[in-house]
């Protein structure tokens, strides 16, 4: 019973992660766009 918990919250956890990563790449990646702009004008 305990186990099978855990399990699922392990999976909901690296789920978190994945999406955290992502989302941080993204804005990375949006940071680096812009100062992109910013320097070639």
Do not use: D, P, Q
Not at 20 to 36: Q, V
């Amino acid at each position: 019973m305990g186990t099978k918990l855990n399990k699922k919250n392990e999976k909901r956890k690296n789920i978190h992660r994945i999406i955290t990563s992502f989302m941080y790449a993204k804005l990375r990646l949006g940071i680096g766009k812009t100062e992109e702009v910013l320097y070639t004008h």
